[in-house]
C-alpha cells in the first residue's frame, strides 16, 4: 500500500472490505447509551500519549476528506479502545503458546508471544520515540504528509520495530476497518455512517427482495443488531 492510500480516493477499498467487518460480533464493551462527544471519551485502555496516537493514526487511515465519513466521524478510535481493554486484547481466545518464529510466513499464523493491547502499546510508545528522535515531535504532533510517511515506514518495517511489535501496522489497518464497518453498539460506525455510505442494509431481518436488483440503490437504510435505524 502506498502512501497515497490513505487520501480521500481511498474509499474503495472500505467499500470491498465492508462484507468481512460489517457485522462482526464483537465481545467486549458493547455500548447501548448514546456516547458522549469524542473530545470528551476518557480511554478505557489508552494513556494520553496513545490515544493521541491512534486518534491521528486513524485520522490519516480514513480521512475526514472525501466523499464520506472519516475515522473520527465513525468514532473508530472508541472501538479500538474498547476492544484492547477486553478479550481481543487480551487474546483471551487465541492460542499463545511458543515457539514464535519472527521470520514466518502469514500463513503460518500470528507469531508474537505479545497480545494486541501489548502490541499497541509497546508499538506506540516505539514510534513515539522514533518521531521525536528523527522529526522532533511525537506522531500526532506531526503534519498529515509526515504522519503518512511514517505509517508507510511502519508498513514496511522501515523505522526498527521489534519483532515482537511488527505486525502493528497490520493489526492497526484492521482494527480501523472493523471498528469502521462493525455494529454501532461497540463504539465505532457512530450513526451507521459507514453502512449507509455504501448502501449496506445491516441487520435487516430480511432483504432478499433487494438480492437480484443490481446497480439499483438500496432505499430504506441500514437497521443495527440492537434495532437502531440510520
Not at 500470528?110 to 518521531?131: E, M, V
Request: charged share 20%.
Amino acid at each position: 500500500m502506498s502512501q497515497n492510500s490513505w487520501r480521500p480516493n481511498r474509499r474503495d477499498f472500505l467499500k470491498a472490505g465492508a462484507a468481512t467487518s460489517a457485522l462482526l460480533c464483537y465481545p467486549a464493551y458493547a455500548q447501548k447509551s448514546p456516547p458522549v462527544p469524542l473530545e470528551q471519551y476518557q480511554a478505557v485502555y489508552f494513556s494520553a500519549a496513545e490515544w493521541a496516537f491512534v486518534m491521528a493514526a486513524c485520522a490519516r487511515l480514513i480521512p475526514s476528506e472525501g466523499d464520506g465519513p472519516g475515522a473520527i466521524e465513525t468514532r473508530v478510535p472508541v472501538f479500538i479502545d474498547l476492544q484492547l481493554a477486553g478479550d481481543y486484547g487480551k487474546a483471551t481466545d487465541w492460542y499463545m503458546e511458543g515457539p514464535h518464529e519472527p521470520s514466518a510466513e502469514h500463513a503460518r499464523g500470528f507469531q508474537s508471544p505479545l497480545n494486541p493491547a501489548q502490541i499497541y502499546r509497546q508499538a506506540i510508545s516505539y514510534i513515539n520515540d522514533w518521531c521525536q528522535k528523527t522529526h522532533g515531535k511525537v506522531f500526532a504532533e506531526l503534519s498529515h504528509d509526515v504522519q503518512d510517511q511514517v505509517l508507510t515506514a511502519c508498513q514496511k518495517n522501515e523505522i526498527g520495530l521489534s519483532h515482537e511489535t511488527k505486525e502493528f501496522f497490520n493489526i492497526l489497518l484492521q482494527n480501523t476497518k472493523e471498528g469502521y464497518f462493525a455494529d454501532p453498539q461497540y463504539g465505532g460506525n457512530y450513526g451507521m455512517a459507514s453502512w449507509s455510505y455504501i448502501g449496506f442494509p445491516g441487520a435487516r431481518a430480511s432483504y432478499k427482495e433487494w438480492v437480484d436488483q443490481h446497480n439499483i440503490p438500496y432505499p430504506l437504510g441500514p437497521v443495527s443488531i440492537s434495532g437502531e435505524r440510520a
